[in-house]
């Protein structure tokens, strides 16, 4: 069984278009994350919750809305989307927040390519 | 500011030992992490330190160094399946992660 799960893998889209990502996870696990990793292989917080409760905001333009409708899910709704937009977005899921020795599991990714 | 530096890129044989360096200067310190990221793929858990010294798991060895800010990933016996991204991740005072912008491996035969 796949612990943490995001569909789609891959998303193409044009620009100005609505696009959802969603993530689960069956770890039983606190807290759930959103990262970006754009071309340059950088990853980059976006948000996470902790027992559904955002407590990470990056700055992140407001065109971008996480939903947690219980732990185990993490969704990503981004809205108007931009050619700068494209990159692969990875959920993730911890034990915990608040621990050093808070190991990341991350999803596979989703592709997202603004045309 | 925060900021964790790594070579962005390194070549080494099959067979051979390679070192990753990574150094940080955080607000605060409370663990350090390597993940490994191959080509197209997630991250994945590699190694935790949170104190000074070496932690030996398998051919894979993480080196930690607190009041130098510094860490190193020590392969040894590469193989070819070793080429991938090294990041290194730092967790800051406020318990948020702090990535590197990795180091790419590359395994020559």
């Known amino acids: 069984d796949t612990a943490v799960s995001q569909t789609p893998k891959y998303l193409v889209t044009q620009m100005g278009n609505d696009k959802s990502i969603k993530c689960e996870q069956n770890l039983g696990h606190d807290t759930m994350y959103w990262y970006k990793q754009d071309s340059k292989k950088f990853l980059k917080i976006m948000f996470s919750y902790n027992n559904k409760e955002l407590i990470i905001n990056e700055t992140v333009p407001n065109r971008f809305s996480p939903k947690s409708p219980d732990k185990a899910h993490l969704n990503l709704h981004i809205n108007s989307l931009e050619l700068g937009d494209s990159a692969v977005y990875f959920c993730a899921s911890s034990p915990v927040w608040g621990s050093g020795a808070n190991v990341l599991t991350f999803g596979a990714g989703s592709r997202l390519t603004v045309l | 500011g925060q900021n964790i530096d790594q070579p962005t890129e390194m070549t080494a044989t099959e067979g051979a030992i390679v070192q990753i360096n990574c150094t940080y200067q955080t607000s605060g310190f409370n663990g350090l992490f390597w993940y490994q990221q191959h080509a197209g793929e997630a991250p994945t858990f590699l190694s935790y330190?949170?104190l000074d010294g070496l932690e030996e798991k398998g051919r894979f060895s993480s080196f930690l160094s607190r009041s130098k800010g510094y860490s190193y990933l020590l392969l040894k016996e590469l193989q070819m399946k070793d080429s991938a991204s090294y990041l290194c991740?730092?967790?800051?005072?406020?318990?948020?992660?702090?990535w590197g912008a990795g180091t790419k491996l590359i395994i020559k035969p």
């Open positions: 330190n949170v």
């Open positions: 991740a730092v967790i800051g005072s406020n318990y948020q992660l702090i």
